[in-house]
């Protein structure tokens, strides 16, 4: 791509060694607690829908505005991990989201949440650099299973932090939980400060040329668009259930709070310890693999839900099965693109996150819809339609 070669200077080799144990897990637990912040409050959505007087499909707005501002930090903030050294990058983002988060713990109307929302989401677009980051200093024949790896902390991030969030919602209030969140980031920008090595970038264009070459990554590679079609089909697939699964447990079928409804993000976390196992399949059987496994389980887990649903052990059984699936498809999607150009990693990472992300945001406004106009029933329909998508674009699309 000789546009996109003019813009960059060559990616400096890095030892393998430079990647130990330690500095993997402490990515992992970096992803965790920064994901985590996006997902602090689906079940603390019908609570803070009673604080502001608003209907269910109202309160998902925060939901929504939350993973709006993670698209646009990933469409205009992750894309300086090649132009900017990353630690430093990292480091303002975490002090900008611990701000974020305590407006949020404090703010006196639901505009003010909402603008605090999406401010959050923009910051919290680290575990966006610092998988690059890991590819990057990652051997080759391992990065699937080391981008696994710190994916399983990313997904543990996601999943408890609704078992969290739940837990501290029923017992101390929504608006805790931020105020909580927000201490947790600042001493997590102290330790990354200390611990995490700095990384020279290989883009040496301007900004502008750098949001340009984006266009150019998404014109010249069809896995790159294929990768985000599916991957947004089925983060869309992912939010539509969590979303709307607290309404459901307080609806007449369960009758239970948010603790509940957290306790089931603890159960999905199990599901997270697929992540590396879906990277060594990466690695050794292809990508391609993989994500037809991925989106094969979620077809399952909305059947399930759809059956069972209204009892117990069909509840949990779809959960797991939901976010075993969604979890195997992406790890693999991130596995495929970051073989495709190795100095454009951050920004072939945009690309597909910006594409997940929207589908997420999609998949939050369109499971309160479904919600409100079609009960369990339609969120179930829906979900299994998104994830249907996902098949089609993965068998499909870019084969000419």
Same mark, same amino acid.
């Given at each position: ?9 060559? $990616? ?13 897990? &402490? +990515? ?18 019908? =609570?803070?829908?009673r604080?502001?007087h $608003?209907?269910?499909? @109202?309160?998902? $707005? ?9 698209? &646009? ?27 974020? &988060?305590?407006? =949020?713990a404090?703010?006196p ?8 929302? !999406? ?24 990065r ?12 543990? %991030? ?8 739940g ?5 101390? #209030? ?8 927000? %201490?947790? +980031? ?26 340009? @070459?984006?266009?150019?990554? +998404?014109?010249?590679?069809?896995p ?6 599916? #991957? ?28 509940? =409804?957290g306790?089931? #993000? $603890? ?20 990508? @391609? ?11 399952v =887990? ?37 073989s495709? !150009? ?10 597909? +996150? ?8 999609? #998949? ?27 098949? !089609?674009? @993965? ?6």
């Amino acid at each position: 791509m000789p546009e996109l070669a003019t813009a960059t200077i060559p $990616l400096p080799a890095r030892p393998a060694a430079q990647l130990s144990n330690a500095l993997v897990w &402490l +990515m992992a637990l970096t992803c965790g607690l920064v994901v985590a912040n996006i997902y602090y409050n689906q079940p603390l959505l019908a =609570a803070i829908g009673r604080t502001f007087h $608003l209907s269910d499909s @109202s309160a998902s $707005l925060v939901a929504t505005a939350t993973q709006v501002g993670y698209t &646009l930090g990933m469409l205009f903030v992750v894309p300086l991990g090649d132009k900017l050294e990353r630690k430093r990058l990292m480091l303002l983002l975490l002090l900008g989201a611990a701000g974020c &988060l305590a407006g =949020a713990a404090f703010a006196p109307s639901f505009g003010v949440l909402a603008g605090a929302s !999406v401010l959050l989401g923009i910051c919290s677009a680290v575990p966006q650099l610092l998988l690059p980051m890991a590819a990057h200093l990652a051997p080759e024949a391992d990065r699937g299973r080391i981008v696994g790896r710190i994916m399983s902390g990313l997904l543990i %991030g996601i999943l408890v932090s609704r078992t969290v969030s739940g837990y501290v919602g029923a017992h101390l #209030g929504w608006r805790a939980m931020f105020e909580i969140a927000a %201490g947790l +980031m600042l001493a997590l920008a102290a330790l990354l400060a200390w611990r995490l090595p700095t990384d020279q970038p290989a883009f040496a264009g301007s900004y502008g040329s750098l949001m340009k @070459s984006l266009l150019t990554l +998404m014109r010249d590679l069809a896995p790159l668009r294929q990768s985000a079609l599916v #991957g947004g089909f089925l983060f869309a697939s992912f939010s539509v259930f969590w979303t709307t699964l607290a309404f459901f447990l307080e609806s007449p079928a369960y009758h239970s709070g948010s603790d509940v =409804a957290g306790f089931f #993000g $603890l159960i999905g976390a199990f599901g997270a310890l697929a992540a590396p196992l879906a990277g060594k399949a990466a690695d050794t059987r292809g990508p @391609s693999f993989a994500i037809a496994i991925g989106i094969g389980l979620v077809l399952v =887990a909305y059947v399930v839900l759809g059956l069972g649903g209204f009892h117990l052990a069909g509840l949990v059984l779809g959960v797991v099965l939901l976010d075993v699936g969604v979890q195997a498809a992406h790890i693999s999607n991130q596995t495929k693109i970051f073989s495709l !150009v190795p100095e454009a990693r951050s920004r072939l990472n945009t690309v597909y +996150m910006t594409g997940y992300f929207t589908g997420g945001s999609v #998949g939050s406004v369109a499971g309160g819809l479904a919600w409100t106009h079609g009960g369990w029933p339609g969120v179930c329909l829906l979900g299994a339609g998104f994830a249907g998508a996902a098949y !089609v674009v @993965s068998r499909f699309y870019g084969r000419g």
